[in-house]
């Protein structure tokens, strides 16, 4: 299926500039954050919602590559993070986890706004990944436009993190560019590969 979906992975450093957090709320915890010397990569689910991935095939995915990557992690772990605690797509992921007995402190689900993992939940992040469209562009909605809109600043000097990982899934919505028309066979392969590159991308920039 390569090259029947644009599929990108792009590297940047968030800028610098200095702007105060205004909103220290705290924000919600799965599981134990306070290891804030290990390298941590946070990650929405791709495709999962405006794209309409189904949410069983792709927590199959996400599950199958974590369980893959988890071992080449040396000091650096892997969280999957939503919005709400009644994400479908973390409870499923959780489950399927514990499962196969993936180790807890190195993949974990977190809830939370990914532009506010540390002001909000504590949860420090050297990188995150973001749910982008083809042309990489801002705005739009969901993951993709919170994460440019904070990218200004609040990403590196609140946060922390220092780069964000563009991901392009592949689109099973017909009102969308690119649609795959319900066709899984492609879309799972390409969902493999979209997490293939964002582990692999964010093993070789921490290394
Ligand atoms: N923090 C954490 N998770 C979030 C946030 C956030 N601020 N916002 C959304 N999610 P989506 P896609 C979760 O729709 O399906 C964009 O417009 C959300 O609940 O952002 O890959 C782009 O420009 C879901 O679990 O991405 C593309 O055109 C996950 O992030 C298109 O949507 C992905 O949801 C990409 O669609």
Partial sequence: ????????????????????????????????????????LAFPSISTADFQFNNEKASDIIVEKVEEFVNKLENARL??????HGSKILSLVRAKAAKRNI??????TFVGDITRLYSQGGLHCNAIANASNWRLKPGGGGVNAAIFAAADSPLYTREGVSHVIHV???NMNPQRPNSLN????????ILREAYTSLFTGFLSIMR
């Fill in 1 to 40: 299926c390569k090259g029947t979906t644009k599929q990108s992975l792009l590297l940047g450093a968030a800028s610098k500039e200095v702007k105060e957090s205004e909103d220290m709320a705290k924000g919600s915890v799965d599981a134990d954050v306070s290891a804030g010397d290990i390298t941590t």
């Fill in 79 to 84: 969280v999957l993070v939503d919005l709400s």
């Fill in 103 to 108: 180790d807890s402190k190195k993949f974990f």
């Fill in 168 to 170: 392009l899934g592949p």
């Fill in 182 to 189: 319900n066709d899984y066979t492609k879309g799972c392969s």
